[in-house]
């Protein structure tokens, strides 16, 4: 009983507007890229020897140079071959108020034919087999055993109450990043999908998983080998950003850890 007459309380610190900016210049909108795997973690790989994470890695970096040539700011989960626990990603973005999550990784599949990119928000549930599977696939790397801590069981549901929240902007998001991903693959429709990615659950903010190509596929494998195709999908994937925030969004930064120490 005491735990639920203590969370809309908590619930509302947690989503209470921060970071009001200061009289003078706006705070420049804060994206936080999550290059998915790392270290141990190779993610998938091509039939040519390709990696996953590296690919996500190097996507990052252009896309993070790409929104601060738009006027944003972009940070890293990543930003180097390391691991980062899945849980922890999107803490260090609640952490820094960002705005924005954006998980980066490359898909994969049975058949070499598949291609094209998905973009993912997060549900409790997958919306069909394929995403129950690809999302079983990535939230591999979770640690074992968080979900029986006390602890955790109480912030996985402010977490959950936080999501919901964003549930709406999220999908508008995935929505616009999608379109620009179909016009760079020359595909009419991959229509955006929901799943339950650990990574995404505990952001507090509008968050979406990209899956930029297929790296199972060998010609989509060669095009992400080259710089110009990665940074075409960088550009893609940008663009979506920036028609997200021009198409109005509630949005609002919340504070920092370190604005709340002070």
């Known amino acids: 009983m005491r735990l639920l007459k203590i ?9 209470a507007p921060g970071q009001t900016p ?21 993610g998938a790989r091509g039939h040519g020897g390709l990696l996953e994470k590296s690919v996500t890695l190097d996507l990052a970096k252009l896309l993070a140079e790409q929104l601060r040539a738009a006027g944003m700011e972009a940070r890293l989960t990543r930003s180097d071959d390391s691991y980062v626990p899945l849980w922890d990603r999107a803490s260090l973005a609640n952490a820094q108020g960002a705005d924005l999550f954006i998980s980066l990784h490359l898909n994969a599949a049975p058949t070499r034919q598949a291609r094209g990119s998905e973009v993912y928000f997060l549900s ?7 995403a129950a599977e690809l999302a079983a696939v990535e939230n591999a790397g979770a640690r074992p055993g968080q979900d029986q801590d006390p602890d955790r069981v109480v912030a996985d549901i402010l977490n959950d ?11 508008r998001l995935a929505v616009a990043i999608q379109a620009q991903l179909n016009q760079l693959h020359g595909i009419q429709q991959r229509g955006v999908k929901q799943a339950p990615f650990v990574v995404l659950r505990g952001a507090a903010m509008p968050a979406v998983l990209v899956e930029t190509a297929f790296i199972s ?25 920036r028609r997200f925030f021009a198409g109005g969004t509630r949005v609002s930064r919340r504070r920092t850890l370190v604005e709340a120490e002070r």
């Open 7 to 15: 969370l809309p309380l908590l619930t509302l610190s947690l989503l």
């Open 22 to 42: 200061k009289s003078g210049a706006p705070a420049r909108l804060l994206v936080m890229l999550d290059p998915g795997h790392g270290g141990e973690d190779e």
């Open 124 to 130: 409790m549930g997958a919306g069909d087999r394929m």
């Open 161 to 171: 109450m936080s999501q919901k929240a964003f549930l709406q902007d999220s999908e």
């Open 217 to 241: 596929n060998p010609r989509e494998e060669a095009k992400l080998r080259d710089l110009q195709f990665r940074t075409r999908v960088a550009q893609a994937i940008a663009r979506g950003v």
